[in-house]
């Protein structure tokens, strides 16, 4: 399924409030990404002050073009269309509210998040940051693990 925005209607019903308060937080969160985008492994390295560095890899399926300029805005979620579909994703998925990276991006100011998905030859490095939303990319010949993301 595609990231697209949640109507208002169960966004509001949804919606958690979620602030990310600190590493442990942000780490649980992104690791909880990347078992949804069935990783099979998951890299993270995270500098001994827990600020300079807070990177996590994983080689799940990555994120699709198409989503790349929408990924990382407030209720905007691939896994659930509306608030009923809860009863469906029971159990199969660990996130469905489409605001833990927004909340990231809310926390760190600047997000990078490198990815690519099968059948793409570079993977692609985003900026994300609460002044420009989602958006800016740049090719990068990075190309061994599918998602990146470095707070
Ligand atoms: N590691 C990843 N691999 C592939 N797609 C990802 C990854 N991380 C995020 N995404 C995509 O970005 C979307 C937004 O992620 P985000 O964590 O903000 O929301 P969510 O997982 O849908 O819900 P929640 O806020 O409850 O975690 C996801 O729905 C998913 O489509
Ligand atoms: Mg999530």
Known sequence: M????????SSVQ????QVLLDPVSIIKELI???IDAHAKSVFIEISSNTLDVIQVKDNGYG????DRGIVGQRFCTSKIRCFE???????????FRGEALNSLIQLAGRVELTTRIEGETAAVKMLLS?????????STSWYEIWLLIHV
């Open 2 to 9: 595609s990231v697209q925005p949640l109507p208002p209607s």
């Open 14 to 17: 949804l919606s958690a409030g």
């Open 32 to 34: 909880d990404n990347a």
């Open 63 to 66: 994120i699709n073009p198409d």
């Open 85 to 95: 579909d809860l009863a469906e994703v029971g159990g199969t998925t660990l996130g």
């Open 130 to 138: 609460k002044e420009s939303g989602s958006g800016r990319s740049v």
